[in-house]
């Protein structure tokens, strides 16, 4: 089978750094994405991870370790409008589409 | 326009009705996806067009029937649906292989069948 897990909530305040965590099992790994969306948005590509290693994008970075089928989103000086769903996505294939886990809810409070 | 957009955001339906979803991108990409989005569950694969040619089909029950006339347009006709099927359905499109883990969504259609 497939899987992917990852937290089903975080809750964090203003400021503070959160890691969302996700491990994946599949058939094939091609690499890690990242997506955000906001209560009733679409979700939004954040960052990829082909190879090992950290990927930064501003506050947002992101790990992989492929070794470990493990990677994480790193989100740092939190703000009131990073609260949104986290979904972690696994590439099986050059190619083709992803496969998601069930997402994680970032709630940020001041 | 720009993006991805889907027409219409919000639809009813009973069990009997015909009805069609529409997703356009003006985004120059030649992959386009779409997805099911129920509570608590994650994003749903179901179908893939590459350079208008389904790549893939996930299983989905043939009352689900998707068109891609081109590469800017993506339809999913639905007909007899189940109250099961109600979700948010996302058109998603990207520029295909090596690109294809930054999709890019439009805002969904929330689908209802009563």
Same mark, same amino acid.
């Given at each position: &089978?497939?899987?992917?897990?990852?937290?089903?909530? $975080?809750?964090?305040?203003?400021?503070?750094?959160?890691?969302?965590?996700?491990?994946?099992?599949?058939?094939?790994?091609?690499?890690? #994405?990242?997506?955000?969306?906001?209560?009733?948005?679409?979700? /939004?590509?954040?960052?990829?991870?082909?190879?090992? &290693?950290?990927?930064?994008?501003?506050?947002?970075?992101?790990? *992989?370790?492929?070794?470990? +089928?493990?990677?994480?989103?790193? *989100?740092?000086?939190?703000?009131?409008?990073?609260?949104?769903?986290?979904?972690?996505? $696994?590439? =099986?294939?050059?190619?083709?589409?992803?496969?998601?886990? =069930?997402?994680?809810?970032? +709630?940020?409070?001041? | 326009? /720009?993006?991805?957009?889907?027409?219409?955001?919000?639809?009813?339906? &009973?069990?009997?009705?015909?009805?069609?979803?529409?997703?356009?991108?003006? *985004?120059?990409?030649?992959?386009?996806?779409?997805? =099911?989005?129920?509570? =608590?569950?994650?994003?749903?694969?179901?179908?893939?067009?590459?350079?208008?040619?389904? $790549?893939?089909?996930?299983?989905?029950?043939?009352?689900? +029937?998707?068109?891609?006339?081109?590469?800017?347009?993506?339809? *999913?006709?639905?007909? /007899?649906?189940?109250?099961?099927?109600?979700?948010?359905?996302?058109?998603? #499109? +990207?520029?295909?292989? #090596?690109?294809?883990?930054?999709?890019?969504?439009?805002? &969904?259609?929330?689908?209802?069948?009563?």
């Amino acid at each position: &089978g497939q899987s992917l897990e990852q937290p089903s909530e $975080v809750t964090a305040v203003e400021g503070a750094i959160v890691q969302i965590n996700c491990t994946y099992q599949t058939s094939g790994f091609y690499g890690l #994405s990242w997506y955000q969306q906001h209560d009733g948005g679409a979700p /939004t590509f954040l960052s990829y991870n082909g190879l090992d &290693g950290l990927e930064e994008t501003g506050r947002f970075s992101s790990f *992989l370790s492929r070794s470990d +089928s493990y990677g994480y989103l790193l *989100l740092q000086e939190l703000q009131m409008k990073d609260s949104a769903s986290y979904f972690c996505a $696994v590439r =099986k294939q050059a190619g083709t589409a992803l496969i998601f886990g =069930k997402g994680t809810t970032l +709630s940020v409070s001041s | 326009e /720009t993006g991805v957009t889907q027409t219409p955001r919000h639809l009813v339906m &009973g069990m009997t009705n015909k009805k069609s979803l529409k997703c356009e991108q003006h *985004l120059g990409h030649n992959a386009m996806y779409w997805y =099911k989005q129920s509570a =608590k569950k994650p994003l749903e694969l179901m179908f893939v067009y590459s350079l208008e040619e389904r $790549v893939e089909n996930n299983s989905v029950p043939s009352r689900f +029937s998707p068109e891609c006339p081109n590469s800017s347009h993506l339809f *999913l006709h639905l007909h /007899t649906l189940q109250p099961e099927d109600s979700a948010l359905y996302l058109c998603a #499109s +990207s520029q295909g292989g #090596s690109t294809s883990y930054e999709q890019y969504f439009g805002p &969904g259609t929330r689908l209802t069948v009563t």
